[in-house]
């Protein structure tokens, strides 16, 4: 359980740690600073700020795994037996957990359900009711902060339809309905506004036509054009044109105008984000070279277009899903392992420019026990929210796909939080600046510091 009160303090065992951070960072310092770099001076900002000491708890989940039935027996040398099972469990639909991972409609959290305790309490991975009473439809989202009407937007795939295989060897689909877009004030209480860029149901030459695919739909504004830019992932049900679209608006509720689909830098595109830095540039993100690297590059002034400029990161790391954020000059990207619907380990990654060069630090998963650790809570990322009231503090969001129902996929928002101890670096490189960790805490339930507002 997590309170929130104004004078609350953080642990005892939060204030060693910290110490024992300190000394450690200091130490490593003496040895790596050699370049006068400034990660050093954005240490313990989150953890000095009391309303986010209690987001840190570390919370336990203790799962009890049935005895096992007739299941085709699978090891891997990489996960224990007993995360094996675990994930078995949950990508089984007839398994006896099936609630812990995806909980009924009783469990559901949203406004319409006001009565209870649990108002502005996520839940992560239950039913999620929209202000009308309905599960929100926004898989594979992103949140655009709406200056102008002081909203939060929030788009995303609108997957309420059949789940089925197009052939044998397909993955598990939706058809395209289009793209979901909600609206809050509180990032709690969403309101539908609707489908905002929807399928084509009758030309199949289309981009949009039902039977493609169309995936983690991002929103930004271009203060230059008065546009709302969309970037999504486009493909056909092979996923073999591997392309990115774009579509406009002149407003956040659309409708969006669909104007093209492309393969970026003349690369296959799948996984896919867009990111709007300080300074109103804004970039493409996405998984190339068959989900074998990251490509990034500058988006054209009106947003409309990639330019010519490009850069290769996380070579043959085999990342997707990214999201990127930035802290204190610093940037930060979260993806997932490349295993299909099945959830895997996720990894933080940071750079001092946007373009590189990327370093990989840990996984930033913290809490909840090891096979939560190594499935990122059963979810893959989507997308960062920044909350300008509280630095240092962000919302993971993430997305718990159901392969057997999609349109039953559930959201997994947690919060991250950068500062305190550096993180451990897999790529270790001299030269870089000592990292501070970034953390995504699991909790069965939690919430935004109270009475903080999290409008600019
Ligand atoms: C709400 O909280 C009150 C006081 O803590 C408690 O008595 C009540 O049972 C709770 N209601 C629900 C629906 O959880
Ligand atoms: C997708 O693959 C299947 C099986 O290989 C094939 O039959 C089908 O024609 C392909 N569809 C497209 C649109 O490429």
Redesign the pocket.
Known sequence: MIRFSPGSRCSLSTVVWSLVGFLLLNHLYSLVNHNGGNGGDVRFRAGDNPVICDLKEVEQENIQIPPPRKRSPRTTKRHSRRATALIDEFLDENSQLRHVFFPGMKAAIGPTKSASNDSSYYHPGRIWLDTDGNPIQAHGGGILYDEKSRTYYWYGEYKDGPTYH??K??AARVDIIGVGCYSSKDLWSWKNEGIVLAAEETNEAHDLYKSNVLERPKVIYNEMTGNYVMWMHID???Y?KAAVGVAISDHPTGPFGYLYSKRPHGFDSRDMTIFKDDNGEAYLIYSSEVNSELHIGPLTGDYLDVTHVMRKILVGKRREAPAIFKYEGVYYMITSGCSGWAPNKALAHAAKSIMGPWETMGNPCSGGNKVFRLTTYFAQSTFVIPLPGLPGLFIFMADRWNPSDLRDSRYVWLPLIVGGLTDQTLDYNFGFPAWPRVTIYWHKKWRLPYGLSVLK
């Open positions: 197009a052939h060897k397909a056909d049900v092979n073999t």
